[in-house]
């Protein structure tokens, strides 16, 4: 019984000097997101807490529950007329995007590192999506206004591109550890279960959470908890049907988050809050899974990786992406700039460890790498970026929707 209550206030005293830490840090423009990191390392085996945690399959699941929560209030607080004025270009990019990021990436590190293809192209896929919580919460944070449709296609894409990329990270998985076993007519069909039931599996289910929420009509403190379990059992749901859970929470939370009910107040408010634990809980305990000293071997070539994703592969997917829709070339660039890596391409990189994949606590350690480096670069200049592009709000003089 002591060792739990020892657990629980260390627990809490992270969560205590996270956000003290954060709040401090702000001053200096420090993006949250790395405050929180930053404190897990601090706190793990190589730092002062010399707290040890090398179970990846607690924190697969803590990082499933996290995502599950993360993106279901994304959900939650997109707008229809944000999801009308981007749906297509932000579709792009959480597609083709992915695949030109992947493609692009891998290609390079086969050049310059000499690395098989499927190895380097399962590196491209974990690190093509941007993060939902590095997106958002560094938008918010950084104060600049853009124009609304920017915005539009940066929020939903990052809660778009999840099911892209979890697809080429399994596939290239399943390719690794049993290379005869992929065939392309195959692979189509997973690609169109999973995004085509994640869809399915999000309305259906977003619609009969609404209705339970309109019959039910539960006091004020007890309708999120509901929501809360309806989101959870989609994303589980999802995934134990083989389909994309990150697409059907998420498509899920815009259901809930644009039709009228009683509790629409509270059920976002709730979320508002809860979605800080998750995204506390997710990068305390991603900064305590790794090893600093051990990051120590990876930091040149994956520095090298970093700059090709945020010079090279990010814009010109971009570009490719945008192009047909009419973006200027600053919004483009700014769309490029912002592609945040976050929690999700580290959280990917655990399905090929558990998987027991060759090499794959390399590519963990060498993502970390690079979440932080694109973390750091990206989301110190996102304010400065918009003014050198001389990007302004909408006409009306809107700034970025909150």
């Not at 004020?220 to 995934?239: E, K, M, N, R, Y």
């Not at 993502?367 to 694109?374: E, G």
């Not at 670069?377 to 909408?394: F, S």
């Amino acid at each position: 019984m002591n060792e739990s209550h020892e657990y629980l206030f260390v627990a809490g005293l992270l969560f205590i000097i996270a956000i003290v830490s954060g709040k401090l840090s702000g001053r200096f423009g420090t993006p949250l997101l790395l405050v929180f990191i930053a404190v897990g390392m601090l706190a793990g085996e190589d730092g002062i807490g010399g707290i040890p945690f090398s179970d990846f399959e607690s924190a697969y699941f803590i990082g499933s529950l996290a995502l599950a929560i993360i993106l279901f209030d994304g959900g939650l607080t997109t707008h229809r007329t944000m999801v009308r004025q981007a749906i297509g270009p932000a579709f792009a990019m959480a597609t083709l995007g992915v695949l030109v990021c992947a493609g692009l990436v891998g290609s390079v590190v086969v050049l310059v590192f000499h690395t098989s293809w499927p190895e380097a192209l399962l590196l491209g896929a974990v690190i093509a999506p941007t993060d939902a919580a590095a997106v958002a919460v560094l938008l918010r944070m950084s104060g600049v206004a853009v124009p609304s449709r920017v915005f539009a296609v940066l929020e939903i894409e990052s809660g778009f591109n999840d099911p892209m990329s979890v697809f080429l990270t399994v596939t290239l998985v399943e390719f690794m550890l049993h290379p005869g076993g992929v065939s392309t007519l195959h692979t189509l069909l997973e690609l169109g279960t999973e995004m085509g039931g994640g869809v399915l599996l999000g309305v259906a289910g977003g619609y009969a959470l609404l209705g339970l929420l309109r019959v039910l009509r539960l006091d004020a403190t007890l309708s999120p908890v509901l929501a809360l379990g309806g989101a959870l059992a989609i994303f589980g749901g999802a995934q134990v049907a083989g389909t994309s859970g990150f697409l059907a929470v998420y498509i899920a939370g815009l259901v809930l988050g644009n039709s009228q009910y009683k509790s629409l107040v509270s059920v976002k408010g709730f979320f508002a809050a809860f979605v800080w634990l998750a995204q506390l809980t997710l990068f305390l305990m991603l900064g305590l899974l790794v090893s600093p000293h051990e990051l120590l071997d990876y930091v040149g070539p994956a520095l090298i990786v970093a700059a090709v994703l945020i010079f090279v592969a990010r814009p010109i997917a971009a570009a490719m992406c945008l192009l047909p829709f009419g973006f200027s070339r600053s919004e483009t660039g700014f769309i490029a700039w912002v592609g945040l890596r976050g929690a999700v391409p580290i959280f990917l990189t655990l399905i090929p460890v558990l998987s027991g994949v060759k090499s794959s606590e390399t590519l963990f350690s060498g993502v970390f790498v690079i979440v932080i480096a694109s973390v750091a670069i990206q989301g110190w200049t996102i304010g400065p970026v918009a003014r050198l592009l001389r990007l302004k709000g909408d006409p009306e003089g809107e700034a970025v929707p909150h």
